[in-house]
T-cell receptor, first 113, second 113 residues
Framework: DSGVTQTPKHLITATGQRVTLRCSPRSGDLSVYWYQQSLDQGLQFLIQ???????AKGNILERFSAQQFPDLHSELNLSSLELGDSALYFC????????????FGQGTRLTVV | GESVGLHLPTLSVQEGDNSIINCAYSNSASDYFIWYKQESGKGPQFIIDIRSNMDKRQGQRVTVLLNKTVKHLSLQIAATQPGDSAVYFCAENGGRSQGNLIFGKGTKLSVKP
């Protein structure tokens, strides 16, 4: 168990809908990262938050947004969903020190039908 | 380029043999590297890391080698076991000490009993 919790584990929704994925980082970790993993793209970095503020953006679509709350949990919002958004979405967290490993949650499998 | 899933590079080894998984990283500014193991349906799991001031680091049954001259990383697994069957990813920090990791495409290790 990595200590990173993601909910829900599975999500099936229709095109055009909006969903929210939730992540609780390891206790004490200030950084939260969101990654998307699909069959043809590998693990793609979406966005990073550090202590409530956005720190870095990767290949995140404008239809997607995220936030990190004062209790450090994070949510990834996906809207106007398309079939191609079907993927595994992972959250990871890391500690405050430089060059520390990121610990991953078990992921949310999103299926858009 | 290579992709996770249908086009994932695969390494097949006999149980008890040693495995070597290779990775070419992309950013010469990267100074921190991690190997992750991902089993089916699970999130990536930290195996071992190495900083750029080292060429080699050993863990339990695993060794990581770093060649900065050619931007190459390898993971050696001794006495490979069926439980080692998974997809292995290398990741680099792109020179950012508290930033997101950049993942390679992954190699699928299959261990034959």
């Amino acid at each position: 168990d990595s200590g990173v919790t993601q909910t829900p584990k599975h999500l099936i929704t229709a095109t055009g809908q909006r969903v929210t994925l939730r992540c609780s980082p390891r206790s004490g970790d200030l950084s939260v990262y969101w990654y998307q993993q699909s069959l043809d793209q590998g693990l793609q970095f979406l966005i990073q938050y550090y202590n409530g503020e956005e720190r870095a953006k990767g290949n995140i679509l404008e239809r997607f947004s995220a936030q990190q709350f004062p209790d450090l949990h994070s949510e990834l919002n996906l809207s106007s969903l398309e079939l191609g958004d079907s993927a595994l979405y992972f959250c990871a967290s890391s500690g405050q020190g430089a060059n520390t490993e990121a610990f991953f949650g078990q992921g949310t499998r999103l299926t858009v039908v | 380029g290579e992709s996770v899933g249908l086009h994932l590079p695969t390494l097949s080894v006999q149980e008890g043999d040693n495995s070597i998984i290779n990775c070419a990283y992309s950013n010469s500014a990267s100074d921190y590297f991690i190997w992750y193991k991902q089993e089916s349906g699970k999130g990536p799991q930290f195996i071992i890391d190495i900083r750029s001031n080292m060429d080699k680091r050993q863990g339990q049954r695993v060794t990581v080698l770093l060649n900065k001259t050619v931007k190459h990383l390898s993971l050696q697994i001794a006495a490979t076991q069926p439980g080692d069957s998974a997809v292995y990813f290398c990741a680099e920090n792109g020179g950012r000490s508290q930033g997101n990791l950049i993942f390679g495409k992954g190699t699928k290790l299959s261990v034959k009993p």
